[in-house]
């Protein structure tokens, strides 16, 4: 993270005196930013620098708590001109949004496969529409579901109301700046409508 830092800033020596020019990139002034899933190397590199950090719960909903106090305890404010004086949390978290629960649940129906596809190391598989989903989950083990279960369970599919009641959560708990919301469906149109259902209930909470 040092060198990349040092890169953006124009100010790159290697360890024998060499300079190196990062075009375009140096002097940018771009918004750094560092995604983790745990307590790790992310939250603590993220934290020493006085950069953005963002914990990654739609990946890792277990380790999201840990993730942002790890961040927070090694937060140092930043000497540069775009870095924040105190720690900046970002939280992600996948949603569905439909005008009633009944709708995203079917909507979100292809989640369960498709994170499966990718954790079982067979490979992403292009998210299926519902009647695929169904299909492809007809004859999955106890152990399949079990391999799935953590992100199924939180994600957030449901009424605008209904999610954003867990984003509220999820914020409170985590004391999240902001979120970042990834809506994952077999239809464009749908995912577009998620992202309007949502904004709307958003706004209206104030």
Same mark, same amino acid.
């Given at each position: 993270?040092?060198?990349?830092?040092?890169?953006?800033?124009?100010?790159? $020596?290697?360890?024998?005196?060499?300079?190196?020019?990062?075009?375009?990139?140096?002097?940018?002034?771009?918004?750094?930013?560092?995604?983790?899933?745990?307590?790790?190397?992310?939250?603590?590199?993220?934290?020493?620098?006085?950069?953005?950090?963002?914990?990654?719960?739609?990946?890792?909903?277990?380790?999201?708590?840990?993730?942002?106090?790890?961040?927070?305890?090694?937060?140092?404010?930043?000497?540069?001109?775009?870095?924040?004086? $105190?720690?900046?949390?970002?939280?992600?978290?996948?949603?569905?949004?439909?005008?009633?629960?009944?709708?995203?649940?079917?909507?979100?129906?292809?989640?369960?496969?498709?994170?499966?596809?990718?954790?079982?190391?067979?490979?992403?598989?292009?998210?299926?529409?519902?009647?695929?989903?169904?299909?492809?989950?007809?004859?999955?083990?106890?152990?399949?579901?079990?391999?799935?279960?953590?992100?199924?369970?939180?994600?957030?599919?449901?009424?605008?109301?209904?999610?954003?009641?867990?984003?509220?959560?999820?914020?409170?708990?985590?004391?999240?700046?902001?979120?970042?919301?990834?809506?994952?469906?077999?239809?464009?149109?749908?995912?577009?409508?998620?992202?309007?259902?949502?904004?709307?209930?958003?706004?209206?909470?104030?």
């Amino acid at each position: 993270m040092g060198d990349v830092l040092a890169l953006l800033r124009g100010e790159y $020596r290697s360890p024998e005196g060499v300079e190196a020019h990062a075009v375009p990139g140096e002097g940018a002034g771009v918004q750094v930013w560092v995604l983790g899933s745990s307590a790790g190397v992310s939250a603590e590199t993220a934290g020493a620098n006085g950069l953005r950090f963002a914990a990654n719960y739609r990946v890792s909903p277990a380790s999201v708590l840990e993730a942002a106090g790890a961040y927070r305890a090694a937060f140092k404010p930043s000497a540069g001109p775009d870095g924040p004086d $105190r720690p900046h949390l970002t939280v992600s978290a996948d949603v569905v949004v439909a005008p009633d629960d009944a709708g995203a649940r079917e909507l979100a129906t292809g989640y369960a496969p498709w994170v499966h596809s990718i954790r079982s190391g067979a490979g992403a598989i292009p998210f299926p529409d519902p009647d695929q989903a169904r299909e492809l989950t007809r004859d999955r083990t106890a152990a399949d579901h079990e391999l799935v279960a953590d992100r199924v369970q939180t994600q957030f599919a449901g009424s605008p109301a209904t999610v954003a009641d867990h984003l509220e959560r999820l914020r409170d708990a985590t004391g999240a700046d902001e979120l970042l919301i990834t809506p994952i469906t077999h239809a464009h149109a749908d995912r577009v409508r998620s992202y309007r259902l949502l904004a709307a209930e958003w706004a209206r909470r104030g």
